[in-house]
């Protein structure tokens, strides 16, 4: 029995949209990511680029299912009634994608901008640059089927860039698990 092995990205990028780049972390290069990012059969999908040591991308396409989708209503309306209540500034953005050039990108169901960070923002169909733009204060991912990644590495893509928080909404146990990002580097859960 021999070993198959995995085509390279360039082979996988002109794939249908469902081969193993598909949903699962892959050694790849910025350029690569880019190729994917701009490739229009990936335009429903949510991006995520790691340059830390290993060099990934993951690139997600399921479908967002009924009880994903009701939690996700749920939290930008909770958060949205909260800062309004406190009179809080807040600026929400729905599957934004955030790009730091060369170094990372990531695409959460929700993100922030809260408070003093709160940010003017144009009207555009390109990404949001971290080179000329802060992160979100907070970043929420609705977990379905990406519970152990969210908590995992995306958690780290996020304390990279110096998010504030970032909360996981465990649709199965229906629950947020929400960390606060330290100084230092690392994170640690709030309640």
Not at 14 to 41: G, L
Not at 43 to 61: G, L, P, T, V
Request: with cysteine; aromatic share 10%.
């Amino acid at each position: 029995m021999s070993a198959i092995a995995t085509p390279p990205i360039q082979q996988q990028i002109n794939s249908p949209p469902h081969q193993t780049i598909i949903n699962e972390w892959v050694a790849a290069s910025w350029e690569e990511f880019m190729q994917i990012v701009e490739n229009p059969q990936y335009e429903d999908a949510h991006f995520y680029y790691n340059q830390n040591q290993s060099r990934q991308m993951r690139i997600e396409m399921m479908p967002v299912v009924c009880d994903q989708s009701l939690d996700h209503g749920m939290i930008v309306f909770a958060v949205g009634l909260y800062c309004t209540l406190a009179k809080i500034p807040a600026r929400g953005l729905i599957n934004c994608c955030y790009i730091k050039i060369g170094v990372s990108a990531f695409q959460p169901e929700i993100s922030y901008y809260i408070g003093d960070s709160v940010i003017s923002l144009s009207r555009t169909k390109s990404f949001m640059s971290l080179d000329e733009s802060p992160v979100p204060n907070l970043v929420i991912e609705i977990s379905s089927s990406t519970l152990n990644d969210d908590l995992g590495k995306k958690r780290l893509i996020y304390e990279k860039l110096g998010v504030s928080e970032y909360w996981v909404v465990d649709v199965q146990e229906v629950k947020i698990i929400a960390f606060e990002m330290i100084a230092d580097g690392g994170s640690r859960q709030i309640t």
